[in-house]
């Protein structure tokens, strides 16, 4: 038996936040400054912007009332966050991700010891790890979880989505993440560069008008308070502590840690970039059109979106070899930046990653004004970004979830959703495969399709987002309503949503920006 297709929730969310309207007050137009005449070419490869034609588009420079960095500037952005998290996220500053791919897969010897035996063995804490062990350990499984990392430790990802919300909801975190005071999302608000063209589009206007929000978190505290709800539902947690290898047998799949040896009905692999069984198997491809690179940091003093200080922002520059910057607040007062570009790109430019993220944020006309007087509260750190996918999925009494078995580029928030997302068809698939005492990958199949296809549909989403005329009608989507609507519901994350047209028109057979790489890629 397949794994269940999802359905759409219908209920409202627990614990709801106030509805908060965004601000009405009417921008200024006002003309970009004057660049010297003698601005040239920076190392970074962008040419300073050329003087508007007679017929310029409707001004929408931010026009901020407010100093950075003011009390005051914050008033709305949300509930004030706990003091714990604050702490915790300072702390997880401190704790850098690997800096480059060959990093993530650095593996110890095996330990000696028998850690004994479960009914689910799960290679990772993160979002999706935590979230699996969460939903199988309501479901009664014995299960345990192997991180490498002490938590909380710094990472990128730190905008999610609202489709996620139903997923913590089951897995019953949903009121401690309330709890937590992190800022209400409900919207994202898209930005050309060049021309300042820009829209935002609130979640409440989607084809679903029942996730109309979602939070921006610091991911080292976020990250830790899923695990250890997970822990507190029961789940083993071995952390510190590394995977080696796995057997797989007619019985049971075996999993070797530096700590030990144990043994469980189904391994899932939920490593995040690591991408543990993926690496070994050699059945990572890596997309050839999304090698990019990300530079980023947290400040202070950072301008924020003005219809609402909690939405993030992305600034598309350039061609499809350059790339976009992200803005994403939250509640202490500090604001993740970050700029992703082409690798090659990046290469070329021989800077270091502050010198790269320094000259793309001065040659930027939407993100330069907000970052006058930002003061970094970390090193500027380098990612690669680049997009894969795994041949396959799931296997006899394996699942790969998450970054795992596809990274996707991350444009559109979509890496904690698609975790968590499959980590709730995988906690389906695994409970069909117990009702059953079937766990061949014969069992695992519907999982595999449901995960090919929304990995899909986000490809292609993304793919227009690189497409300058898509990114026009983006940015000019309100004089189309429907259209807008149904770009504003996979920004939300629904990404099942079959009466969703924009999905079968991006993905479908003739699709204007069906791409024949992705194609190949996902079979």
Known sequence: MAARKPRKAKSKPARKPPARKPATKK??????????????????????????????????????????????????????????MV???????????????????????????????????????????????????????KVVVVERQQFPRFRIGESLLPFSIDIWRKSGVLPKIHDQGYIVKRGARFVIDETLEEECFWFRNGLDADHPYAFQVQRGP????????????????????????????????????????????????????????????????VHPAHRKITCYAHFTNVVRCEQDPSNIIISRFGEMAKGWFWLIPFSDGTTSVGVVADAEYYRNSGMTPRQFFDASIAQSRSF?????????????????????VSDRHAGDRWLKIGDAGAFVDPVFSSGVFLSTKAAELAAQAIDDAFQKNDFSAASFAGYEKLIRHGTKVFWAFIDAFYNRDFLKQMVSSRRRPLLQSSITSLLAGDIFNESNALITYLTGEGGAFADNEIKQLLG
Not at 57 to 64: C, G, M, N, Q
Not at 75 to 83: H, K, L, T
């Open 222 to 285: 976020f990250d830790k308070l899923l695990l250890d709800h997970a822990r507190e539902l029961g789940v083993t947690v071995l952390q510190p502590a590394s995977a080696t290898g796995w057997e797989i047998g007619p019985d049971a799949a075996t999993l070797h840690t530096d700590q030990g040896t144990l043994e469980a009905q189904v391994l899932c692999d939920v490593s995040g970039r690591w991408t543990f069984m993926s690496a070994r198997q050699n059945q990572r491809k």
């Open 368 to 388: 330069a004004p907000r970052m006058t007087s930002a003061k970094a509260c970390c090193d500027v750190l380098l990612e690669a970004d680049f997009s894969y």
């Open 87 to 141: 702490k915790q996220a300072h702390s997880a500053l401190k704790v850098t991700p690997p800096q480059n791919l060959s990093q993530y897969q650095t593996g110890g010897n095996p330990g000696a010891a028998n850690l004994g035996r479960f009914d689910v063995a799960i290679v990772g804490g993160g979002p999706g790890g935590s979230t699996l062990a969460a939903l199988l350990a309501k479901q009664g499984r």
């Open 27 to 84: 921008r200024v137009a006002k003309s970009p400054p004057k660049k010297k005449a003698a601005a040239k070419k920076s190392a970074a490869g962008k040419s300073a912007p050329k003087k508007a034609a007679a017929k310029k588009p409707a001004a929408t420079r931010p026009t901020p009332k407010q100093a950075p960095g003011k009390a005051s500037a914050r008033a709305a952005d949300g509930p004030q966050p706990s003091q714990e």
